[in-house]
């Protein structure tokens, strides 16, 4: 039976010689890995559809095993991130994170769109680190992550300086903080933001403009917590704190 998806390229392994297996995240049917016969040749009408974030209109013969796919509409190329080599480290990234978070054939529309939104940002020019971190907090949720970002985690007050406590799992008042020696004091605007990429519907991301040092306090607070909580290592992501250090030498 012949069935169509919109999906997004997340990854392909070569099978055979001349063969592809694309494994496309879909708003229909979540993540799902597709045969593409003969989509290594050059000339093959498979070729250009089965690149890694392409976004398309997919036609798939479904069987028992793997489908086969048949045809595609290629919606977005997302030329700019394939021909940026930072661009491809934070798209690659924020795909990896939603693959290895993520089971086959478990239908979530809401994260499909919300990955769409983030590789069509990057490729539109936004801010990388801004999006990744809004992506890392939308993705707390999706493994099971639930911080306390609206009150201290200690004493329950929303009144007062807060700092962040990995060990506590949220915000902690500066009347509790020596509860966890190890807190991360960050600045309020780090509070705000940390609140806001979290809740945050991401159609409406505007002009966001964010300092330097607040940008390095985000990013350290949802490192920690991931390292602590996600139960993920990634390599993608070892490659952009690498990217980083690089970056800052330029
Ligand atoms: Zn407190």
């Known amino acids: 039976m012949l069935e169509k998806c919109e999906g997004i390229v997340i990854r392909t392994t070569d099978y055979a010689e001349t063969n592809k297996i694309v494994t496309l995240f879909t708003r229909e049917w979540g993540k799902v890995g597709v045969m593409a ?131 506590e799992g949220g915000l902690i008042c500066h009347r509790c903080i020596e509860k966890d020696p190890y807190h991360y004091k960050v600045s309020s605007a780090t509070i705000r933001l940390l609140r806001i990429f979290y809740m945050l519907d991401l159609s409406r991301l505007g002009n966001i403009s964010v300092k330097d040092s607040t940008k390095a306090e985000l990013k350290q607070v949802i490192n920690a917590y991931y390292d602590e909580y996600s139960g993920l290592n990634l390599k993608t992501k070892k490659f952009l704190n690498q990217l980083d250090r690089f970056k800052d030498k330029l």
């Open 37 to 167: 016969r003969g989509a290594k040749k050059p000339n093959s009408r498979l070729t250009a559809i089965s690149q890694p974030f392409t976004h398309g209109y997919y036609l798939v013969q479904k069987g028992r095993g793997l489908g086969s796919l048949q045809q595609g509409e290629m919606i977005t190329s997302m030329r700019s991130i394939r021909e940026d080599i930072f661009l491809t480290a934070y798209a690659s990234y924020v795909i990896d994170l939603t693959d290895k978070s993520t089971e086959e054939k478990k239908p979530n529309p809401f994260l499909f769109e919300l990955l769409l939104q983030t590789l069509n940002y990057m490729n539109e020019g936004y801010d990388l680190d801004i999006l990744v971190n809004i992506y890392e907090m939308k993705m707390l949720n999706v493994l099971g992550l639930y911080p306390v970002l609206d009150h201290c985690t200690v004493c329950g007050s929303t009144e007062g300086n807060f700092s962040f406590s990995i060990r």
